[in-house]
Each structure stands twice: as structure tokens, then as C-alpha cells.
């Protein structure tokens, strides 16, 4: 490998506001993901189970009506502009086709770290191998015109929109079929093996006995812990790699999108970020109440399945309104602490992602909280991970180049061992003005 291949972004070229909205993105992250690490899925699903546990119901709405995907949308668009970012630095120090090289060669270490973060931290929900499976589709339309991205990122939202209308259709039926056996059922009539079924159906509630076995297996030691998260894998990736095909690449085409009009540049105007997000997240808070009440709080099947199918092009609203909000957040706040510590834990990205699974394992694994908190214990869980991760990434980058698996990253991609330490402490983390 020539040195000049071994060169990765130094710190003064990178771009400060995609690191601060990567760090909000990576603590959002966590935030969604502890759920399903900390509650079986069956019973996340149920609304019975979340009404028994307290504060589950209310946890589940507020992540449902705040953060429920755009925090992955986030991470997408920026996947989407950093890929663009390490290709046009690369295509200038060595050629088109040698950059091209060189970041296949970067996502297939990613996916190895996907596919550790899975099967060895025990996190079927993994984003990190999905990324890698999915950039040739981003890397194939890189050159591509805005128009071009546009139209396919709008094309594959709106599939996905139909994808979930079917489902609502589903449920539908399902209910037409429960109340025309349920008539029959309070009339007296005797009710055929299909019309009970019907009603068996709709009315099904999770196996409370099943879950507490789950739950006692997944905390019985290691081997139960793997047994219980390979259970829930298969069917965890098959949406990951399949369904997440309409959620992934609709962000990282229109991640490209936003590179290209520079709204992360420091003269972008601020009018051009603050209004139109405000826009979209007062928009889109709205939908999203309606869906987080009636698919949580009040759980009525149907009235959810006619609010759910505009859910693909609402989360699309909310990932960019939030995105244009923290870009403007951050041109007014990044002299605070807050802004440069947020910003360090997006330079370590990589490092705080699976560490939260890492966390996750230990804690509701190793030391049997699984199924086991409320959530208001689960969200203080967050919040202790989100001041640990802030506050060391803050300190570990005074001292150290790059987090742990970052170096690891690099120093793979590059095919050589890349200077960790810092010749000397740096004492204002991430002080450059946006």
C-alpha cells in the first residue's frame, strides 16, 4: 500500500456539522434500539405487555412519535454524503479507479463489524452490514443528477408506502372478518372453524407463559443469551436486508442530494435550514401523534392501519427536518461544550455504535435485567450511556486520533497501522468554526 493511500481525513479536513449530526444520530440511535434489547419482542409488540410493565406504554410513545427511524434516516444520509466525501478525497491523492478500490475494500470491513455486531454483541438489529450490503446501489448512482436521485429516492418511498397499505389492507379484512363472526357469535349462531378462527385472531393475545421462558432462558448465561438472539435474528434480518431496501437507499441517494447543495457548508443561509425545518417537523409531530397514540397508548388496530401508510413519506420528513435543524443548531452552538462533545462522539461513531450493543449485551444478558426494567429504568439507562459516551469521547480524543474500532477501521482499509496518539494532548476538541 503507497503512503499516500495510507493517508485517512485528518482531523483539520473534516467536516464538523456532519460529526455533530452523526453524534445526535448515534445517541438517537440508542435510544431506539434499547427497547428491543431490553424487552422481549413479542411482548414490545403487544400492547397488553407494555400496559403491565409501567411506563413501557409511555416510553414506546414518545420514541414512537419522536424518534422511531429518523435517527437511522439521519445515519443514512450521512453514510450516503460520506461515501462522496472518501471518493472525491481518494479520486484526487490517487485516481478514480484506486479510490473506487479502496472504499470497497472500507465496506467490506464494515460489513465484518456488521456481522460481529450481530452474531458477537448479540444485536440483531444491526444497521452496519445492511450499509455495506446496500452502498454498490448508492455507489452505482453517485454521478447521477439531483433530479435522477430524487425521483428514485421518491419512487422507492412511495413503494414502500404501498408495501405497508397492503399490510393495512390486511388488517382490515382481518377486522371485517372478526366483527361479521363476532355478529354471529352475540346473535347465538353457532360460528364455523374459519369464523372462530377469526375471532381467535384478532383477539390473540402474546403467551405470557412463552415470553417468561424467553426471558429466563436469554438470562440463563451466555449460550441462553445467544440461543434467544439467534431466535429473533432471522427474522430481524430478513427485514434488514430486504424491507430496509426502501428505507436505506431512499436516504443515502437523498443524502447525496443535500452534499451537493452544500447545506453543510458554513455559508449556506440559515433561513434556507430553520424555516423549512420547522416545517417538516411541525408537519410531521403531528402524524406522528396520531400514530404514537393510537398504535400505543390506545392500540385501536384500525384506525392505525389508516394512519400507517403515510408513515414511509412522514419519517422521510422528520429525518430531514431534524437534519436541517441540527445544522443550523450547531452554527449557533458550536463554541459550547455540549456542541463539541456531541461532535466528538461523531468522530468515534463507529466506536460508541457497538459499544451501546456491547452495553446491551453485558447488561441485559450478563446481569439479567433482561425483560426486567420498566421504562423509566430503561431511560435511565439511556441517559447514563448518553453522559458516558459524551463525556469519554470528549476526553479519548484529547489523547488519541481516533476511537478504537475507528483505528481498527483504518488501519484495515488502508492495509497498515495508522498513527493512534496524538504527538500532543488536544485540549479544544472540535473548536473549529463550522
Not at 105 to 132: E, K, S, T, V
Not at 143 to 166: D, E, F, G, P, R
Not at 196 to 211: F, L, R, S
Amino acid at each position: 500500500m503507497s503512503q499516500v493511500l495510507s493517508q485517512p481525513t485528518r482531523n483539520d479536513e473534516r467536516v464538523k456539522t456532519l460529526d455533530f449530526c452523526r453524534g445526535i444520530a448515534v445517541l438517537g440511535i440508542f435510544l431506539c434500539n434499547i427497547a428491543f434489547m431490553a424487552v422481549p419482542f413479542e411482548g414490545l409488540m403487544s400492547f397488553s405487555y407494555r400496559e403491565s410493565i409501567p411506563f413501557l406504554q409511555n416510553f414506546v410513545f414518545v420514541w414512537g412519535m419522536f424518534f422511531d427511524g429518523t435517527q437511522r434516516g439521519i445515519f443514512s444520509l450521512l453514510f450516503g454524503i460520506g461515501m462522496l466525501i472518501f471518493l472525491e478525497r481518494n479520486s484526487s491523492k490517487i485516481g478514480p479507479g484506486p479510490a473506487a478500490d479502496l472504499y470497497f475494500r472500507r465496506i467490506a470491513f464494515l460489513f465484518l463489524f456488521g456481522l460481529m455486531n450481530a452474531y458477537l454483541f448479540l444485536w440483531g438489529g444491526d444497521i452496519l452490514a445492511p450499509y455495506a450490503f446496500y452502498t454498490f446501489i448508492a455507489f452505482a448512482f453517485r454521478n447521477s443528477s439531483q433530479k435522477t436521485l430524487i425521483t428514485m429516492a421518491s419512487v422507492l418511498i412511495v413503494i414502500l408506502s404501498l408495501i405497508v397499505v397492503a399490510g393495512s389492507l390486511s388488517t382490515l379484512e382481518e377486522h371485517k372478518a372478526y366483527q361479521a363472526a363476532q355478529t354471529i357469535s352475540d346473535n347465538g349462531g353457532e360460528l364455523t372453524e374459519e369464523q372462530q378462527k377469526a375471532i381467535d385472531t384478532w383477539e390473540k393475545k402474546p403467551d405470557m407463559e412463552a415470553i417468561d421462558k424467553t426471558v429466563k432462558a436469554a438470562t440463563s448465561g451466555i449460550g441462553g443469551a445467544w440461543k434467544n438472539s439467534f431466535a429473533e435474528l432471522s427474522m430481524v434480518l430478513s427485514y434488514v436486508y430486504y424491507g430496509s431496501l426502501f428505507d436505506i437507499i431512499p436516504m443515502f441517494f437523498l443524502g447525496i442530494v443535500l452534499y451537493r447543495w452544500g447545506i453543510f457548508k458554513a455559508d449556506f443561509p440559515l433561513t434556507k435550514l430553520v424555516y423549512p425545518g420547522i416545517l417538516l417537523v411541525a408537519s410531521a409531530w403531528i402524524w406522528r401523534y396520531f400514530d404514537a397514540y393510537y398504535g400505543t397508548m390506545v392500540f385501536d388496530r384500525v384506525l392505525s392501519a389508516y394512519i400507517a401508510p403515510l408513515g414511509p413519506l412522514v419519517r422521510a420528513m422528520l429525518t430531514l427536518g431534524y437534519t436541517f435543524l441540527f445544522i443550523a443548531a450547531y452554527r449557533y452552538t458550536y463554541r459550547l461544550f455540549i456542541a463539541k462533545a456531541l461532535v466528538a462522539v461523531g468522530q468515534m461513531a463507529l466506536t460508541n455504535y457497538l459499544s451501546q450493543s456491547i452495553v446491551g449485551a453485558v447488561l441485559f444478558y450478563g446481569f439479567g435485567l433482561y425483560g426486567v426494567l420498566n421504562g423509566a429504568e430503561i431511560m435511565l439507562v439511556v441517559f447514563a450511556v448518553w453522559f458516558f459516551q459524551l463525556t469519554v469521547s470528549s476526553i479519548w480524543l484529547q489523547y488519541f486520533r481516533f476511537g478504537p474500532f475507528e483505528w481498527l477501521w483504518r488501519s484495515l482499509t488502508y492495509g497498515q497501522s495508522q498513527p493512534f496518539k496524538r504527538r500532543s494532548v488536544q485540549l479544544n476538541v472540535a473548536s473549529v468554526e463550522p
